[in-house]
Every structure is written in C-alpha cells, then in structure tokens.
C-alpha cells in the first residue's frame, strides 16, 4: 500500500527534476485537507472526470455532428486520445504524466456544441462582450460554473493545473491574469499536452475524413507523412485489407510524430541547458516540440486537412447551419432572459446577460442545442 507520501516521495526520485511535482504544489485556492493515497494532481484528475461538463463531452462532436454516425470521434474521444498520446511521451521524458492525463482530460471542457464552428459564431455574438475563447472558458468551467461542492464554486483544482490550463491558448490582445504569472513560460507538463492535442487532431480528422469518404488514398498521395506511412504498411503487413491499410497508416503518423516528439524534446533539454523547473519557467522559447523536417510534414498534412476536409461541401453545410443554430439561440436567450432556466437568469445578475447566456450555449452538447432550437423556433414542437 503506498501513501500520498509514498507517492510524492517517488515522484522526487522517478521524475526528471524539471517535472512538476506534486509536493511543491502551491495547493489550492480555497485550503483542503489532503488526500490519505492520491496525489493533489490524481484528485485533480477525478474531480475533471466526475464534473457535468466532462460528462457532456460525450455529446460534442469535433467535424461531424452528432447525428451523423456513432463512428465519428467526440470531445470526448478526443480529450481521451489525447491523454493517451500526452502519457506515453510524459512517460519517455520522465515528465508528470498524472498533471499530463489532467490537462488533457480538461483542455475541451469548454467547448461549444458543434465544434470550432460553435466556437467562431459564439465568439462572434459576444465581440463587444468580451467574445468568447473554448481553452479560457474551460478555465471559467473548474473555477465557478460546476456546482457540485458546497464549500465553493468551482473543482477548487491546483494552481499548477488552472495555469496550465489558462496558458493552454494564449492570443494577442488578452494577456494572462498577474495571478498565473504571466511572464512564467508554461510548465513543460502542460507544453506537452498542448501537442499532444495537435497530434490527436489531425489523426483523428483524417480518419474521420477516410471513413466518411470525403478523402481517399489517391488523394493522399501527394502528403509525405502520408506517403511514408503508408509504405511502411505496405511492406510490414501486404495482406492487410485495403481498410487495414489505411488504418494502420493513420497509426504509424500518430507513431511517427510522437517519437520524433520525445527525440527532439530530449534534445531542445539539452541545448537550452533545462535542468529545474525554474529554467521551464525562465526560458524564452517552448521547449517541447517537433524536429524541422517533421514540424514541415505536419503543416502539410494539416494543410492537406483543410483544403479537403473542412472546406468540404459537406462540412461547410453543417458548419453553416451549425453557426446559424448558435447565433439563434444566443439572440432569442439575450431578448428575453425568462426563457433561460433560473439558474442561469440569477448568473445574468452577477455576470451581465451576454457572458450568463454564453455560459449557458457553451455548455449544451450538440443534441440539446438542436432540441432547443427546435423548442424555441418550431411552432408545434411540445415545450416542456
């Protein structure tokens, strides 16, 4: 049986001395007597896990909508891709990989219904508001709108796990809150996530993208991660069916980038002379990322990804109905606040009517926004 102790005392002697650690937490913002046998970074992860709005993941799709098939990957799916990818590379570095599975498990908790296109119409209803951003409002999730301890608002998660999930995205124009240290670089934990994330992306896009046919092998030719890949299959398994094949392609990219991920990391520790986190933390540069040439063929697949898939006709129609089905629901709920749940009308008090109605179309998963615009917008649908 092993004890917080315990485990903290084996992170020290485990764990690469410019990790986080667990014991040099700077803890919590509202004080909790600490856990018997878990770490403050293993209870961060449990109560990402048991929130409402990592539940709802589950319903937030990533391209496709929620109706259009059980195969195609969620937020959900993707937060658990992308904390398998994020802990296996954490694991080769001798990084935290419990910090690693929380950031991932939490970057998305934020996020619209219907994907980026939620988001960009969303963003654009509250331009004079503030506007609106999935990776702060993920932040906003774990701070104040999950409700399920008396004592605060809020998961009353670590500081290291609100930094890192502030600095996640940081865009020109919103600078980062004094209380998470603006001019720190971000821990090395949270770097790592951050392309993990990237990875996971474009993996499953692309397989999402073969198995709803909106692109095919022939078209991939001229992709060298592709090319190379797909080679490789070709020779290591030749009786592979043609859908084995591209499977496993799509595999041996995921394999591909994150070895040269963990490779070229080790190497970026080194000559920039990162020994504690206290060089994390000075340090003008990321430190975690690719090599040139593998950064080169990432950009190209990801260009690839937007010019055949997310300009494809068929998502460009669901991305515009799934822009007007926000910009609907946030201007009927901003006309008349009695049609939100009470809740959320005694928020509008105490965080003005826009912000209180964003908070509130930010948490729907794809089906309820459809049902409510049904309910709002359809002159016999049953209101209930």
Sequence with gaps: ????????????????????????????????????????????????????????????????????GDYYRTRLTHSMETAQIARSAARALALNEDLCEVLALAHDLGHTPFGHSGQDALNECMKDHGGFEHNVQSLRVVEVL??????????????????????????????????????????????????????????????????????????????????????????????????????????????????DLITTTDRNLARLGIRTVEDVRRCSERVVGFSPETEARKRELQGFLHAHVYRHHRVVVMSEKAKRFIRSLFDAYVSNLDQLPPRFRDWAKEVGVHRAVADYIAGMTD??????????????????
């Design 367 to 384: 089906r309820y926004a459809q049902d409510e615009v049904r309910r709002l917008f359809y002159p016999f649908e049953t209101v209930l």
């Design 146 to 259: 999950e409700t399920r301890y008396p004592q605060f608002a809020g998961l009353n998660l670590t500081w290291e796990t609100r930094e890192s999930m502030r600095k996640h995205t940081v865009r020109p124009g919103k600078p980062v809150e004094a209380e998470y240290e603006p001019t720190w670089q971000t821990l090395l934990e949270n770097q790592l996530v951050d392309v993990a994330d990237s990875i996971a992306y474009d993996a499953h896009d692309l397989d999402d993208g073969l198995k709803a046919g909106l692109i095919d092998d022939p078209a991939l030719r001229g992709v060298r991660l592709w090319c190379e890949a797909s080679a490789a299959v070709e020779s290591a398994t030749p009786q592979a069916t043609s859908e084995q094949r591209l499977r496993q392609a799509v595999r041996r990219i995921i394999d591909t980038e994150v070895t």
């Design 1 to 68: 049986m092993l004890t917080r102790q315990q485990l903290e005392e084996r992170e020290e002697k485990v764990l690469a001395p410019y990790a986080a650690k667990c014991g040099r937490s700077r803890g919590r913002r509202f004080p909790e007597p600490e856990h018997a046998y878990r770490t403050a970074f293993q209870r961060d992860r449990d109560r990402v896990i048991h929130s409402a709005a990592f539940r709802r993941l589950e319903y937030k799709t990533q391209v496709f909508l929620n109706h259009e």
